[in-house]
């Protein structure tokens, strides 16, 4: 399916009286997203995560680096620390709140990139078509045979531990999906008799590449990214879970979980609570991406 | 239909050839000289040379390549930096025990998949399907390393009813079909198969809401069919897409299947990966991300061919 631009979509009963107002697509579906109880929910929750993790140094008077013997494992609900110490006796609820940078950083950017890239490739294989198509498509299947965890852990395994790596390694990951997507939609818009209509009136590739290609494409590829940013949080945290991703003594919940998992006899409380970061923030990201897809009424 | 089988079996060798080339390739990607990995600390010139031959680093990369893939056709992936024993004998026995450890989470994932999946579908709209919703949006979401973890806390250090790590009694590798290796599976196999339980119920309930609006059923219903011969068609229209994002569950968890043995110590292909990272035992990380791969082109296509032969509208397209 492909999504409408463009034209006039007029949602819900017009008011009496009135004449019913024609908004574009882009604003159809953002009014119907801000309407979404759950979207906004979600919405609210991601943005007080980010929120806090930007502005930490004035939310929190612990110094998320700070390690302290006698005040290890202290458990929840202890009177200075809220949510207890790790097993440095550094502040947990101060580490979850600076973990967010890099958490949500590992999140978005990879699929922020992999968007850029494989939509950039995947409307070149599509409208382009032929050998040139081939060669893109024939190469992003080699990288989307592989499973996606496994493609992240053994890039990252051989290039070694370290932000930027992790940057690479989820980028491959993400960009074959997304390119894919890219191509099947610019595919079917190459074939539309109004893209036809433009070229008999004399439209070049590239009034045609932005005009009528990229609004089409823009809207299945954005509900397709947003469903991968609640995977890429899972995959980065996991990967830093392994030691993969940043290194000690870093805020990230990934690598927290990693690190408090030798205290989970001691603290099992304390262990799981980096966890509930990433269970929530991946949860809020794939019910907005749904509400979004419902939002562009687009199947992908 | 032969003559789609075997162009859908075609289709998949170059894919499988670009696989081999992107692990030839990662051996090539790790910083600093692939032979500096290989070579044992202090060793003289000579055995530096025979090394450097014997891996053939001496000669062009496609002849590399060539060679490498011609050994690994053969069964033979090298030999492990660590334990100076063949790459082969280190990733059979881990493979054996992530597919059990795999088969049981698909298996238990389809089972409730299911199950949800049609309540839901059946009821939809209601409080039910709801809940069924919110249970499959859990699955697809939560971090299943730390669903392991959560597990653990729960059953082996609050309740201690069940094992946190290992495979059997005394750090035994090897799968015996006892109570003790049972019990052993039973967490690692709970948190591996929250993924394939929500995807699968969400895309059973989607097919049941689906088919349920066809005219055809609609027909069944008034010529006067019990509820349970209909939910017999229901059941027949929606086998093959279900049958097929199982199996590609099951090949996505065989690969995927990292996290959680590292946090249950399962001695698995994930485990055994972990370990030639840290200890930059590349043959093996090589061999293991190889066989996995193939694994899962392989299931892939035996998916696709299964699909083409329980749904016939398929290969007419």
Known sequence: MVATTGGSITSDAPLKGRRPVSRSFWATAWRRLSQDKVALVCGSILLIILLAAIFAPFITPHDPYRTSMARRLLPIGDARHWLGTDELGRDLLTRLIYGGRMSLFMGFAPVVLATLIGGFLGIVAGYCGGAINMLIMRVTDVFYAFPSVLLAVAISGVLGAGLVNSLVSLTLVFTPPIARVAESVTTQIRNQDYVEAARATGASGWRIVFGHVLSNVTGPILIYASSMISVAIVIASGLSFLGLGVSPPNAEWGLMLNTLRQSIYVAPMNAILPGVMIFITSMSMNLISDSLRASMDVKV | ?317
């Open chain 2, 1 to 317: 239909m032969l003559l789609y089988l075997l162009r859908r079996i075609l289709y998949t060798l170059p894919i499988a050839i670009g696989v081999s080339m992107v692990c030839f390739a990662l051996i090539h990607l790790a910083p600093g000289d692939p032979l500096s990995a290989v070579i044992p600390e202090g060793a003289s010139p000579e055995v530096i040379a025979q090394i450097k031959t014997a891996y053939g680093f001496d000669q062009p990369l496609p002849i590399q390549y060539l060679n490498w893939i011609w050994r690994a056709v053969q069964g033979d992936f090298g030999m492990s930096i660590m334990t100076r024993r063949p790459v082969l004998s280190e990733v059979g026995p881990a493979v054996v025990n992530t597919m059990i450890l795999a088969v049981a989470a698909v298996t238990l994932g389809f089972g409730l998949g299911v199950g949800l999946g049609i309540a839901a579908g059946y009821t939809a709209g209601s409080p039910i399907d709801r809940v069924v919703t919110a249970i499959s949006v859990s699955g697809v979401s939560v971090p299943h390393y730390w669903l392991g973890m959560v597990l653990i806390v729960i059953f082996a250090v609050n309740l201690g009813v069940l094992p946190a790590m290992g495979m059997g009694a005394q750090g035994s590798a090897t799968f015996a079909l006892d109570w003790v290796s049972l019990r052993h599976l039973i967490l690692p196999a709970i948190a591996m198969s929250v993924i394939p339980a929500g995807i699968i119920a969400r895309s059973v309930r989607g097919t049941v809401i689906e088919v349920l609006k066809q005219d055809y059923v609609q027909t069944l219903h008034a010529k006067g069919l019990p509820g349970r011969r209909v939910f017999v068609h229901v059941v027949k229209n929606a086998a093959p897409t279900v049958l097929a994002i199982m199996g590609l569950q099951l090949a996505q968890l065989l690969g995927g299947s990292i996290l959680v043995e590292t946090v249950f110590s399962w001695p698995g292909t994930g485990f055994l990966l972990n370990t030639a990272i840290f200890t930059r035992d590349l043959p093996i990380l090589q061999g293991t991300i190889l066989v996995l791969a193939m694994f899962f082109v392989a299931i892939n296509l035996m998916v696709d061919l299964l699909q083409s032969v329980l749904d016939p509208r398929i290969k007419r397209a």
